[in-house]
């Protein structure tokens, strides 16, 4: 039995001797962890104390627990996805991404009308309540598991100088991006990551474990005088996932000498 003799409440000395043992390497990545009864017994604790310190363990995500088959360690390994965000055009024209023939769609796609917030007002240099149409898509990769959900969204005033996305909102970026440059936009994009929390509904719908953050990934479409023409938003379990990106130098504009 190993004595507890640490400040604090009980819970949280137990859940620190748990926490040094997964630290340490005893109980490895993956592994099942002791029994309550067995926990009880090693730290000479109730069964409510040793609830709450998985429950402790739970929260900072260095445990998971399955239904029906016990407490786990969670993997440290690396991610099992690595998500090239380059765009490449190929020489017909058509543009194409990296990773577009993992991903299969879990469900039909879902086309709506919408308007902005502030937020996608702001990276849409739109105000609030501007009209859009939104496409959602529920991609899922069948080799590893890993889900993620995407979204379009698309301006009205942009959909009305390409009849092309009016008619069809819905169409994969890579096809909404040959329909603006066929509408004489030569295209540039910016992108933003995150880390946060996944809301309910997204932690249910992409079957995150506990205590897992996304990666929500913003790019937005630019066009003729920088116009802003789309928004894209994917978001993705940060446990299953990386984002890669190639940076080039860019250059810089001549210095004008003085007369």
């Known amino acids: 039995m190993t004595e507890i003799q640490r400040p604090g409440a009980l819970y949280q000395q137990v859940a620190a001797a748990i926490r040094e043992a997964i630290l340490s390497g005893e109980f490895a990545p993956e592994s099942l962890l002791p029994s ?12 409510p104390t040793v ?17 029906g088959k016990g407490s786990f360690v969670r993997s440290d390994g690396q991610p099992t996805l690595t998500l090239e965000r380059r765009i490449n055009r190929a020489p017909n024209g058509q543009f194409v991404m990296p990773n577009s023939d993992v991903w299969d769609e ?23 309540e501007e009209e859009l149409f939104g496409c959602d898509r529920l991609l899922a990769d069948a080799t590893t598991g890993t889900r993620a959900m995407h979204r379009t969204l698309v301006p009205f005033e942009v959909a009305e100088t390409v009849p092309a996305l009016a008619e069809e909102p819905g169409q994969r970026p890579t096809a909404v991006y040959e329909e603006l440059t066929n509408a004489g936009h030569t295209l540039w994009w910016s992108e933003t990551v995150r880390a946060r929390m996944p809301l309910p509904d997204e932690r249910a719908t992409l079957q995150l474990p506990d205590a897992t953050p996304i990666l929500h990934l913003t790019r937005v479409t630019h066009g003729t005088a920088d116009r ?5 938003e994917l978001r993705i379990g940060a446990d299953r996932a990386e984002a890669a990106y190639r940076i080039t130098a860019a250059k810089q504009p001549a210095k004008r000498r003085q007369a």
């Open 36 to 47: 309550e009864a067995q926990l009880m017994a090693r730290y000479g604790v109730s069964r």
């Open 51 to 67: 609830r709450n310190a998985i429950a402790a363990l739970r929260a900072e995500g260095l445990i998971e627990v399955r239904h």
């Open 106 to 128: 879990a469900e039909e796609p879902s086309v709506y009308r919408t308007r902005t917030t502030k937020a996608t007002g702001r990276l849409l240099n739109l105000g609030e």
């Open 228 to 232: 802003a023409l789309v928004l894209e």
